[in-house]
């Protein structure tokens, strides 16, 4: 999850068998109303919700970490490997266009 997006119908499904999790329990059959809407269910304890993480978050969060942690060239295998095989001169590539088109 942390390193590759995931696809908005996965997260859908994960999050389907989440509320039935939480509002129906073990038995499919039991058939009761969500006490609170998921949005509200997702926020955290302090801000009066359950806690429940909101994967599209939690997902780009995590993302965002690698990124940092590849721009910042921190001290970790996978990112000195990749600076060292892709990146040899310390910098990224300019993939900008020159000219007139």
């Known amino acids: 999850m942390c390193t590759f997006s995931l696809h908005v119908a996965i997260q ?6 989440r509320k039935y999790c939480l ?6 059959t039991n058939r009761i109303d969500a006490k609170a809407a998921w949005h509200m269910v997702t926020k ?8 429940v993480l909101d ?3 939690q997902n780009e969060a995590l993302m965002l970490k690698n990124l940092h942690k ?3 060239k921190g001290d970790i295998p996978w990112v000195q490997l990749i600076w060292e095989k892709h ?13 007139p088109f």
């Open 23 to 28: 509002w129906r329990g073990a038995e499919d």
């Open 70 to 72: 590849f721009f910042n």
């Open 87 to 99: 990146y040899r001169h310390g910098k990224l590539l300019d993939h900008t266009k020159r000219g």
């Open 12 to 17: 859908e499904q994960v999050d389907k068998y």
């Open 55 to 57: 994967l599209k978050a």
């Open 44 to 51: 955290s304890k302090e801000e009066g919700g359950l806690g």
